[in-house]
């Protein structure tokens, strides 16, 4: 079935570092990635859609400037934290639409320091 | 809005069967899934309901009412290691994001 491969699974960083979330579709196609961050007892909150080769689209509340998005091919999607602060820290996953349904990745725990 | 409504929290015991509600907006519906999520884990697909009525996979039912904005999902024969949360999603057209509710915390106790 579907798979994407999503890095790192964990990663501690310094506030005012940035961080890159890589999520890859393994054996299918992604032209839609759906990125989701979930604080500690709360659902699945969607941060923002990346379509392969146009501008993501963000939700309301979601700086841009922060949270950068790259599609930049069928296969990968990026997620870049910059100058990650505190209150970052959250679990961050991606989702993709496929022909079976909705492909998640593992996640993301996103803790800084 | 598009607010999917679930209890937030249900304790149950082993071995009994348990009822999670979930009541969404119908106005645009295209399908509902329903998740399991051990905490810092990925959701884990269980069943996915776009017509009406009852779908059994093991342990595991889904019901779902289109005309009442309903859906359930049924546990049987509950185990420690059910305990987990539980996530309602509708898809509401296309290509678009699931929208989750904010997820049911079942306890299976002794």
């Known amino acids: 079935g579907a798979v994407v491969s999503q890095h790192p699974s964990r990663v501690i960083c310094k506030s005012g570092t940035s961080v890159k979330i890589e999520c890859r579709s393994l054996?299918?196609?992604?032209?839609?990635m759906f990125w989701y961050r979930q604080f500690p007892k709360q659902s699945l909150m969607l941060m923002a859609t990346?379509?392969?080769?146009?501008?993501?689209?963000?939700e309301q509340g979601v700086e841009k400037d922060k949270f950068l998005i790259n599609h930049a091919s069928l296969t990968l999607s990026t997620l870049t934290v910059a100058s990650a602060h505190p209150e970052d820290s959250s679990f961050y996953i991606c989702?993709?639409?496929?022909?079976?349904?909705?492909?998640f990745g593992s996640g993301t725990r996103l803790t800084v320091v | 809005g598009q607010n999917i409504d679930q209890p937030t929290e249900m304790t149950a015991t082993e071995g009994a069967i348990v009822q999670i509600n979930c009541t969404y907006q119908?106005?645009?519906?295209?399908?509902l899934f329903w998740y399991q999520q051990h905490a810092g884990e990925a959701p884990t697909f269980l069943s996915y309901?776009?017509?009406?009525g009852l779908e059994e996979k093991g342990r595991f039912s889904s019901f779902l009412s289109r005309s009442k904005g309903y859906s359930y999902l049924l546990l049987k024969e509950l185990q420690m290691k059910d305990s987990a949360s539980y996530l309602c999603?509708?898809?509401?057209?296309?290509?678009?994001?699931?929208?989750f509710g904010k997820g049911t915390r079942l306890s299976v106790i002794a």
């Open positions: 989702s993709a639409p496929g022909t079976t349904g909705y492909t």
């Open positions: 054996d299918f196609q992604a032209t839609t």
């Open positions: 990346s379509n392969e080769g146009s501008k993501a689209t963000y």
């Open positions: 119908t106005s645009g519906f295209n399908g």
């Open positions: 309901n776009v017509l009406d």
């Open positions: 999603a509708v898809i509401y057209s296309g290509n678009t994001p699931l929208v």
